[in-house]
């Protein structure tokens, strides 16, 4: 690290007051980060020790085909977010409808921990209805691709920026948070996002978005751009990544490695298409990074119970293969594989399930097991066989395997019948 | 790129009979790579746009917690991969069980377009039965990482090596492809992983594989080690990632971009815990990098069709959110949303639904609905209303969907009774 400036300090500098006088305040940002004999870029960005959570299922996750949340459903589900611990708690934008302006005003009431937020356009009509909502801040968003400046609101990026830092300065008179992202803006010219985000900066916004609007975007491209926005603001950066092409997940990881420091998730990773970052992968992606820091902040034990009430409310199954809290996420079945977990679980596993207060399973009814599995199983039933006599009951149980789906049930006659048998 | 020498030239050179003399035999690869006036090694070394998958639902997918295959249901599916093209179909070790490796033989004699794989562990006893399966070649695979050499096999890295040569040379003599893989390729030493891939590839194995076992590589981590061992080995470079936290289909495209050229992947991505790269996700991905090249090998067309299939099999439901064949990869919902994808689909798709038998669905029975995803409904109907009033009649449509779920017939008849009341 470079002894004089790092990069969390600067941005630390720049949010302090104004008579707070660092010995580094002249130093200019970029041109340290450009000496070639500096800290490696790579460790002197990364916020993956250091990120913060806005949690959307109650605004991106609502955009989801099955999700009609009532109010009490609403309640629920931020309380329970806000219980898990995460940092924001992001809602539908109270133009939405008559209901949606008054479920956020109820969810402000609440007085959760988390800060609330609500997810607006970029336009004074709707800056004017969230302001008075009681949120702690605002996200504001613009499509800034070529794409939506022709199919969306038609509108050039002058005009873009002349409204931006109207609505801005608005919300910050309400000293209330504001966050200003581009949309779909890994299709955007580079130039005109950075000038962009350059001009929200230097009004003072607390945070600027990239969002993947189309979820295109790739882990390398998703690094390039969050380390080149990264210097050129010195406000936060989030990031919000939709799960069309399954990188939804790394691409927050990545971008926390190039700078970001707050990541958009939802539940399940619900939202429009087939969603978003979902909180329950984004948690065991981050655990396997910083377990320390994961679990000193988030109570990753309740993240099956928040999924199963937010899969119940929009109706969905928990996918077969989701992370975590798939059925058989911590499933071991092959024979080498079970072997090694029973001696050390690290062997197979780079998460704990007790972290989630799920458990372990090794699966030894079927013909790939191995006898060792077997032998695990033999001392669980308190019979005693060497490992020779392992080995062939072993084979009688990979022999009737080949011919149909054994369940524990058949195991457990096979082995007592044979050792019955000695 | 460099004139004189590229790197997949470079590597079909190395696969030449030996009479074929070309110019460039003296040039030491890694001394060119090392060139630092060389092209970009970004784009020097992608594989993105050429690179081959290696199917292994009936391999890594025989190891899912669900999975039991019968004989007939193998076939099934090993003829559906076939036709959805795959390059390689990964079948279990003939040792697993005597069915396994009657099942393998069947398999051989089918006279499939795609090359059949089997799967062992490193051991003599294990390929001298690999080999008279009639397989087209044979993947060996190690545990490296402390953790395996620890607590499951228990061997140093020199007899791992002796015994990889042993293996190696046998099934070579027999004149059928070789691949030698790691096992916790991420956990491993990267001195020893690097001096066994080196001494492997001498021998002249066709392909090396990284495995991340345990699901716990990031992508650049997967960027740096396949870049990494490309510099070190001539042969293709194969990879294989787990799921646990999320990365899978990231790791995989980012390993190609490093210079990977084959990919692991299973149907739904089946396997141990919860699963490798997924053949629908992948497809999705790489879709989204080079639509041409996908479309010219992989029928992704049938990718439904093969997903339910080994769905069935093994029982299981399509994940709600999965990549182009949940149920709502292609509904559209928020009110911007719908406006835009109306005016033109590439503005919220990355992908086209029509390339996978898909159809686009705009959702507008909700409270998030906008007046253009209404209007176009009005012009569906055949009726005839001005934009004021189909936005007069968007707020109605809002109003009741505040109250409760709405579905289409609700707006029609919402619309219908408007329009006759005009």
């Not at 809602?91 to 402000?108: F, G, W």
């Not at 690094?223 to 603001?233: A, G, I, K, P």
């Not at 062939?392 to 022999?399: Q, S, W």
Request: aromatic share 8%; proline share 3%; with cysteine.
């Amino acid at each position: 690290m470079c002894s004089s400036c790092d990069s969390n300090t600067f941005k630390e500098i720049n949010h302090k007051p104004a008579d707070y006088k660092p010995i580094t305040e002249n130093i200019q940002h970029n041109q340290i980060k450009t000496n070639p004999y500096g800290p490696n870029p790579a460790d002197f960005l990364s916020n993956v020790s250091n990120f913060q959570l806005i949690e959307s299922t109650l605004r991106e996750g609502e955009q989801f085909a099955n999700a009609f949340f009532s109010t009490e459903t609403k309640i629920q589900i931020a309380k329970a977010l806000d219980d898990f611990g995460v940092d924001y708690i992001e809602l539908t934008s109270p133009v939405a409808s008559e209901q949606s302006r008054k479920d956020c005003e109820a969810i402000c009431k609440l007085g959760l921990k988390a800060k609330i937020l609500t997810h607006i356009r970029c336009h004074m009509d709707d800056a004017k209805v969230a302001v008075e909502t009681g949120v702690d801040g605002v996200d504001v968003v613009i499509g800034t691709s070529q794409f939506l400046r022709k199919y969306s609101h038609g509108k050039d990026m002058n005009y873009i920026a002349q409204n931006a830092i109207e609505v801005i300065n608005f919300v910050k008179s309400k000293g209330i948070e504001i966050r200003f992202s581009s949309e779909d803006s890994f299709r955007s010219d580079l130039v005109d996002l950075l000038n962009i985000y350059r001009t929200v900066d230097k009004i003072g916004v607390n945070r600027v978005g990239i969002a993947d609007t189309v979820g295109c975007a790739n882990p390398r491209q998703v690094y390039e751009l969050v380390r080149t926005l990264n210097s050129v603001v010195n406000c936060d950066i989030e990031c919000h990544f939709h799960n069309d092409t399954g990188c939804a997940i790394a691409n927050a990881y990545t971008a926390l490695e190039a700078g970001a420091k707050l990541i958009d998730a939802s539940v399940l990773g619900i939202g429009e298409r087939n969603g978003i970052t979902p909180l329950g992968g984004l948690m065991a992606r981050m655990i396997a990074a910083d377990r320390d820091y994961v679990l000193s902040k988030y109570k990753v034990h309740k993240i099956r119970d928040i999924e199963n009430l937010v899969a119940e409310a929009v109706q969905v199954n928990i996918p077969f293969n989701n992370p975590i809290t798939g059925f058989c996420a911590f499933t071991h079945k092959a024979g080498i594989h079970a072997k090694a977990i029973l001696a050390n679980p690290s062997t197979y596993e780079i998460l704990s399930p007790s972290d989630f207060g799920l458990t372990r399973y090794i699966h030894f009814a079927n013909r790939l097991t191995g006898w060792n599995a077997i032998k695990s199983r033999v001392d669980q039933l308190n019979l005693h066989l060497t490992d020779e006599q392992c080995k062939e009951v072993t084979n009688k149980i990979k022999k009737i395997g080949d011919v149909r789906q054994l369940n524990i049930d058949d195991v457990d006659s096979i082995i007592k019948e044979f050792h019955s048998d000695l």
